[in-house]
C-alpha cells in the first residue's frame, strides 16, 4: 500500500519517512543538528517547494519531526514556551495542507522524554492529539491518527524500521529519541 510520507510518534521516540513515487531522489542529511531531507547529487532539477526541508529540529525541550515547512515554526513556537499542542495546532492551522495537485497534507509529531503529540491538517481537517503508545499518521490513506507497533528503542533503530516497513516507495527515513539526551540518526537506504 502507498500511504506517502508517515510520521510514528510516542513518549520518548519519533521517526519519519519518505516515501515517493515522484521524486525518488532524496536523501536526509545532517545540518548543525538538524535533520534535512534534500535532492540527491544526481536529482533532476525542479522547482518544487515541497521536496526539501527540515524533517527532525529540536524545540525546546522537545524534537518535532514532519513532512515539511511546518517543522522549524513548530520549533520555533516550542523554543518560545508554547506546549506542544498549541504549537502544532498554531502552525498547522497557519501553513494549511499542501497546495499540490494531491492537496497533500502536512503532518507532524512533538516527542518529549515522557509525552508525544501527533497533528495533520487536511483539505478537510485539523486533528492534533496527545498519544500514549507510538502512532501513525500518513499523508495518504492512513490520513487519521492510529496505533503503530514500533518496536525500536534507538533512534538508529526507529529509522530503519520505518525505511523496511512494509508501505511502498521507500526514499529514506529520519527518527530520534528524547530522555536525558536527544539522539537523531537517518537511514538513506543502500
Known amino acids: 500500500m502507498y500511504v506517502g510520507r508517515f510520521v510514528v ?7 519519519y ?3 515517493s513515487r515522484s521524486f525518488p531522489n532524496r536523501q536526509v ?10 535532492p540527491t547529487p544526481d536529482a533532476p532539477e525542479t522547482d518544487n517547494p515541497y521536496i526539501a526541508y527540515n524533517c527532525v529540529r529540536e524545540g525546546g525541550s522537545y524534537v518535532v519531526v514532519g513532512n515539511g515547512s511546518q517543522v522549524d515554526p513548530i520549533a520555533e513556537k516550542l523554543d518560545m514556551g508554547y506546549t506542544p499542542r498549541d504549537a502544532l495546532a498554531e ?49 495518504y490513506e492512513e490520513d487519521a491518527p492510529r496505533a503503530f507497533d514500533l518496536s525500536a528503542e534507538s533512534a538508529a533503530d526507529a529509522a530503519r524500521e520505518l525505511y523496511d516497513h512494509e508501505f511502498e516507495h521507500a526514499v529514506c527515513a529520519a527518527a530520534t529519541t528524547v530522555g536525558d539526551d536527544v539522539e537523531t540518526a537517518f537511514y538513506n537506504g543502500e
Open 9 to 15: 510518534v510516542g513518549p520518548g521516540i519519533g521517526a
Open 17 to 19: 519517512r519518505v516515501s
Open 29 to 38: 542529511v545532517e545540518r548543525d543538528g538538524t535533520l534535512t531531507v534534500g
Open 91 to 139: 502552525i498547522l492551522l497557519a501553513l494549511d495542507y499542501e497546495k499540490d495537485d494531491y492537496n497533500t497534507p502536512r503532518i507532524a509529531g512533538v516527542v518529549g522524554a515522557d509525552e508525544a503529540y501527533i497533528g495533520i491538517v487536511r483539505k478537510d481537517a485539523l486533528i492534533v492529539t496527545e498519544v500514549d503508545e507510538p502512532t501513525l499518521v500518513a499523508t
